[in-house]
């Protein structure tokens, strides 16, 4: 096997469970040169604020920022789907040199006037603060003449990580709450925080929510609707999924309006059963509600169980490798392939803190590779050292698995399948067995060569 | 002369843009030059986001280094950043070549990067430094194109060397074809005996077998050895009508530096055209067009006439990058579909020149030619010429899917479908795939129109 070398600067961000003390570097700016998997501020505010469907999102930069973005995420609307086209101010030379606000100015006039959105977004790009556009002044003049919301997304590309950009995204977010009408609002209601109705997941979780007799106020931001957002301050608790896109939301409304939250995810039976059931007990006082949890919670992991036990069957023993954006997403996926009966041999995370990594320390067994906003030289080291059948990632993960003769299962924002609550893990497990266990593996070159597979003649 | 005749009103936004940035154009000429590691100088997202968009196409790894700005780096300039992060790339790739190309923030803020590779170079005296290839590509400044051809005459200017004698070898800048069209082309040029310099060349480096070993950098492309030897091959070939107009050009440079002469055709799509390509290798080596691709060229007339009826007086909307667009429409003329719009996001201002050289009639016939367009514009066109086929990148699908007419997927990036980087275009070979394709689509049409359903068509 040929060597890859690792940096010495990077050597830090890798930890070996059990051979060395505990000491993970984090949540630094990545390393010049080497190729992060991490993405910017911009993709931070972006992947938060995409799904609201009904607000218009203009990207104020040349013509990349927008180009990229344009419609990758799966993130369904059951009605309008604005958030799929994708605007851009274009920026040219002269735009660079003489200044972009007016040419955003009438960009947003015209797009309001096609599009009737019921809010817009204005996502500052890298080079906007340089050239001077005051963004904020164009969106105030233009919210007074259109009278919609005309927010700005401090988002430019180099001021910091993509956690940067999940905060400048909450910050646009919280100029909405609170400006809708709350009267009607059943005390024992929630904003679902962090879910992006990837491949119609916050459907999934929402009828969870509706059958235990919780009203959900707004799902921020999947499927999301800007009076819902306006009005998610009536909401009796805040249910924030996801490392920490929206934490800082949770933590600004929980400030000014006393809302308080809870943590949770909705990946595998385990996590997904402790987040209704952490909302049924918060609503203790109605104990009707934790009544019906428990009858759905029973209903719907005894209609999966069956083909999870085959599947089981079929995966166990397996080696998996995650490599995920936020880490508290890893660790639902160690509990959710644990349940398959698959090993964990690599788990890493582009953002996560040292909490999440002491977490994810505990987590995993002996011998396993922690990883720090890794890189495909690190992430192909370590899963051909540690042979695994699996690797978890999104598409920049993908060909490196692939070219190893490595199964793969992506669990990232561009995937059309939900994931999300039982019949999530039901997807979950048949395409990791899919993959797994497709037969083509055994004529890659890597598994014969570990004598697993078909040589070449 | 053929004038762009939008008939929506110009909007100041582009929406859904049929355009990329111009360092993506630049990342993808370095992966065609072996043992090359792209670095963008700029912030994460910008390699992030490329690296995906590349992926999702050609489903290969493909590691494109960043200097990773941060708010100090914009401020301070990124000098510093820069030989950080050659320094990084050197250390974990060991590469033969390193190609720099800037983005708009590093452009915006001024950074002098041919400066800070000399002072890198003079910091590293003694040592064994690859080249290092820098091109100016800020992405307010024209499309992926101008970033391909820019890096083009880049590689070119920074490398090439005259020599005492003109060599037997041939220069041949394809422009930004496929995998497959460049394993067509270096195999024509073995029929005629022509050692051929293919640039970029990544055939191999972006659509390669598995792997036994991990791959740092995936074998293939043109060396830095070949490319240096481009000052002394006896001819250039520069395939691209709208690349012919431009003011400078890689073969243009090899002409005025090295008196290397320079034959210009359009993309070698259909008969005439790929006539003039295989007369012009005639010419440079001296040899007459190889009995295998005249039977090549034989089959592919005899399927006109065995298909020509089912594509006569069909109606095209073509769209993508200006000479993909004029090769096709050529080559759509030639078999009697009439392109009735003819677009691309490219602003050259040659696009239409191109398609009234290759439609003399084209005002008779109704042909649109839309530069500078995004798909909003397209669609609009699209609506109101009722075409029978769409052919362009599967970025037309929701277009296509809202005329509800087939989208022949062509050139780059085919995101929902697999196989991008196996679609041939080029040469008789590939004309008489995409006649097969057309003339099949437009048989399955009529077929699933039909009430009956026959199978005899």
């Given at each position: 096997m040929a060597s890859i070398p690792i940096l010495k600067e990077r050597e830090k961000h890798i930890y070996r469970k059990g051979a060395e003390p505990f000491n993970l570097t984090c949540g630094q700016h990545s390393l010049a040169g080497v190729v992060s998997q991490r993405a910017c501020v911009f993709c931070g505010s972006r992947v938060v604020l995409y799904p609201i469907a009904d607000a218009l999102h203009l990207i104020h930069g040349p013509v990349g920022c927008a180009a990229y973005t344009w419609d990758i995420r799966g993130a369904l609307s059951s009605g309008p789907e604005l958030h799929r086209l994708s605007f851009t101010t274009d920026l040219r030379e002269k735009d660079v040199i003489f200044g972009g606000e007016k040419k955003l100015q009438r960009a947003l006039v015209e797009l309001i006037d096609t599009y009737q959105p019921r809010a817009a977004f204005v996502y500052s790009t890298c080079i906007v603060g340089i050239i001077g556009d005051d963004v904020a002044a164009v969106c105030r003049q233009v919210s007074r003449e259109k009278a919609i919301p005309v927010l700005p997304v401090h988002s430019e590309g180099f001021k910091g990580t993509k956690k940067d950009g999940y905060k400048a995204a909450c910050e646009a977010l919280f100029k909405l709450v609170g400006q809708g009408p709350v009267e009607q609002i059943s005390p024992w209601s929630i904003n679902i925080l962090g879910e992006f109705n990837i491949g119609g997941e916050a459907w999934i979780i929402k009828s969870y929510y509706e059958k235990m007799g919780v009203e959900v106020v707004a799902t921020m931001t999947g499927d999301g609707r800007v009076d819902a957002i306006r009005r998610s301050h009536g909401a009796a608790l805040n249910v924030v999924q996801c490392s920490g896109a929206m934490t800082t939301l949770a933590d600004m409304m929980q400030a000014r309006y006393g809302t308080p939250y809870i943590r949770v995810s909705y990946f595998g039976l385990e996590d997904t059963s402790k987040a209704l059931y952490d909302v049924a007990a918060h609503f203790g006082d109605n104990p009707a509600i934790m009544a019906r949890t428990q009858a759905l919670v029973r209903g719907e992991i005894s209609a999966i169980t069956p083909e999870l036990q085959k599947i089981k069957a079929a995966v166990q023993g397996k080696r998996a490798a995650i490599y995920v954006g936020g880490a508290f997403k890893a660790f639902s996926l160690i509990k959710a392939l644990r349940y398959l009966g698959m090993d964990v041999v690599l788990a890493g995370s582009q953002t996560g803190n040292d909490a999440d990594y002491e977490t994810l320390r505990d987590m995993c067994d002996d011998g396993t590779i922690i990883l720090d906003d890794a890189n495909p030289l690190e992430l192909s080291k370590y899963i051909i050292e540690k042979q695994a059948d699996l690797f978890i990632g999104g598409v920049k993960e993908r060909p490196i698995a692939y070219k190893m003769g490595i199964g793969f299962c992506d669990h990232n924002h561009?995937?059309?399948t939900p994931l999300a609550g039982y019949e999530g893990m039901l997807n979950f497990a048949r395409e990791v067995y899919r993959s797994v266990n497709s037969p083509v593996w055994r004529f890659a070159p890597a598994r014969a060569a570990a004598g697993k597979g078909v040589s070449p003649c | 002369m053929l004038k762009p005749s939008p008939k929506a009103p110009k909007f100041t936004v582009t929406r859904n843009a049929c355009k990329l940035c111009t360092p993506l154009g630049a990342a993808l000429v370095f992966k065609g030059i072996r043992g090359a590691v792209p670095l963008l100088h700029g912030s994460q997202g910008c390699s992030t986001y490329i690296r995906r968009y590349l992926i999702s196409h050609y489903r290969e790894p493909i590691d494109i280094a960043c200097s990773n700005f941060s708010e100090q780096t914009a401020i301070f300039g990124g000098g510093a950043n820069l030989k950080i992060a050659l320094d990084n790339i050197r250390r974990q790739y060991d590469p033969e070549m390193i190609g720099v190309a800037t983005t708009c923030l590093s452009e915006t803020i001024g950074d002098d990067v041919p400066m800070f590779i000399r002072e890198y170079r003079e910091s590293c005296a003694g040592e064994d430094l690859p080249p290092m290839v820098h091109v100016a590509t800020?992405?307010?400044?024209?499309?992926h194109m101008q970033g391909f051809h820019a890096a083009l005459r880049a590689v070119v200017d920074q490398l090439a060397q005259g020599g005492a004698e003109a060599g037997r070898h041939v220069n041949l800048f394809p422009g930004m074809v496929s995998p497959a069209d460049l394993r067509h082309l270096r195999e024509i040029c073995a029929d005629f005996d022509l050692p051929v310099v293919l640039l970029p060349d990544y055939a191999d480096t972006l659509d390669g077998p598995l792997w036994t070993e991990y791959q740092r950098i995936p074998e293939g492309g043109t060396s830095v050895a070949a490319i240096r030897s481009s000052g002394s091959a006896r001819a250039s070939l520069e395939l691209g009508d709208v690349l012919a107009r431009a003011k400078e050009t890689a073969a243009g440079l090899l002409w005025k530096r090295f008196e290397v002469p320079c034959h210009r055709i359009g993309p070698p799509v259909g008969i005439d055209a790929t006539d003039r390509m295989f007369a012009a290798l005639a010419e440079i080596s001296g040899r007459p067009t190889p009995e295998n691709h005249l039977r090549e060229r034989g089959r592919l007339i005899d399927s006109y006439a065995d298909g020509h009826k089912y594509v006569m007086d069909a109606r095209a909307v073509v769209f993508g990058e200006e000479d993909l667009v004029v090769g096709l429409a050529g080559f759509l003329g030639e078999i009697g579909v009439v392109p009735v719009v003819c677009a691309s996001g490219g602003r050259s201002g040659h696009l239409a020149a191109c398609i009234a050289e290759r439609f003399p009639d084209h005002s008779q016939k109704g042909i649109q030619v839309l530069s500078d367009a995004d798909f909003v514009t397209i669609e609009t066109a699209a609506r109101d010429a009722q075409p029978d086929f769409l052919i362009g990148n599967s970025k037309g699908y929701s277009m296509a899917r809202r005329l509800d007419k087939p989208l022949i997927r062509v050139g780059f990036p085919v995101h929902d479908r697999v196989g991008g980087a196996r679609l041939l275009h080029l040469g008789y070979r590939g004309s008489q795939q995409l006649f097969d394709r057309i003339a099949n689509t437009l048989m399955a049409a009529r077929q699933t129109a039909s009430p009956v359903g026959y199978t005899y068509m």
């Open positions: 561009e995937r059309k | 800020p992405s307010y400044q024209g499309t």
